[in-house]
């Protein structure tokens, strides 16, 4: 089908989606064809249950990806919305066939199981980021933690968190404590990694400055620096003192000269940084 044509029957965004979902879903089959499943590293969700269901009960990886994902999204169906549902469907439909086409075709890099459990871990967590930034879902053990947290009186994290538990758990049982103790490292460098593409590297810091000498200071910052400054009402509980906030996002590489300038002006101000993801905005990048 021409270009054309398939732009008047998909919106730019949309197409980019789903070519972000295919994108994510091929990462995730690599890391499991190329890294965790030669090694028996199942590293929790359902792609760690389908590494343990290959290696004890010869399941193709494919089918438990497919079916346990299938059953999961009919059961959470109300809580996700035909969007997703779709959308998940079709990630857990691509991540399978991919999974068919590169078993046994891409060569295995090493058997080492800690290179194994780290590499495999940063690109299933490439993956599962990219398909999450396209607006789908990995499914698995994220429809279970739904479920759990919608009639259980626990939190979101914690249903995540135990039911990948379940699935290392099993990996010792089914292999040994050595095998999960891997596969607990590869989840740790999946959830690291998703994070990383969900929030993006951190280059700016938020600076929060309070100053009995905000005007000077904040002149001092749109002068010297060129970045700006917002002003948010403050009240100390302790005096019951009222002054403002001065905040400021900047660069990584202008934190220090920020410093310089605040306690140039005023030696006795206050300041703190936190980490700013993905800023937006005149001086920093836009939202595309």
Not at 137 to 162: C, E, H, M, S
Not at 163 to 177: C, K, L, Q, R, Y
């Amino acid at each position: 089908m021409p270009y054309r044509w398939i732009k008047r029957l998909l919106p730019k965004k949309l197409l980019l989606a789903w070519i972000g979902i295919t994108v994510g879903s091929l990462f995730i089959a690599l890391a499991l064809d190329i890294f965790l499943v030669p090694n028996r590293i199942a590293a929790g969700g359902v792609t760690g249950m389908a590494t343990i269901f290959f290696y004890v009960l010869k399941i193709p990886i494919s089918w438990t990806i497919m079916i346990v994902n299938i059953i999961l999204l009919l059961l959470s169906y109300r809580e996700l919305g035909l969007r997703l549902v779709i959308r998940s469907l079709y990630g857990a439909a691509v991540t399978s066939v991919f999974v068919e086409l590169l078993q046994y075709r891409v060569p295995v890099p090493t058997h080492d199981l800690l290179l194994a459990s780290i590499f495999g871990g940063i690109i299933a967590g490439l993956g599962t980021g990219i398909v999450l930034r396209s607006g789908g879902t990995t499914g698995g053990t994220d429809l279970v933690a739904r479920l759990v947290n919608k009639f259980l009186p626990i939190t979101l994290g914690q249903a995540l968190l135990g039911a990948d538990s379940v699935v290392i758990v099993m990996a010792g049982i089914f292999f040994n404590a050595e095998l999960a103790l891997y596969a607990l490292l590869g989840l740790l460098a999946t959830s690291q990694v998703i994070d990383l593409v969900q929030e993006g590297i951190v280059f700016a810091k938020a600076a929060f400055i309070i100053t009995s000498h905000s005007e000077e200071v904040a002149q001092s910052i749109f002068q010297e620096l060129g970045r700006g400054v917002t002003s948010l009402a403050g009240t100390g509980m302790y005096t019951g003192e009222r002054r403002p906030v001065l905040v400021s996002v900047v660069a990584k590489t202008e934190e220090s000269r920020l410093k310089d300038l605040v306690y140039g002006v005023d030696a006795n101000a206050f300041v703190f940084f936190t980490d700013a993801h993905e800023v937006m905005g005149e001086g920093f990048k836009s939202y595309r």
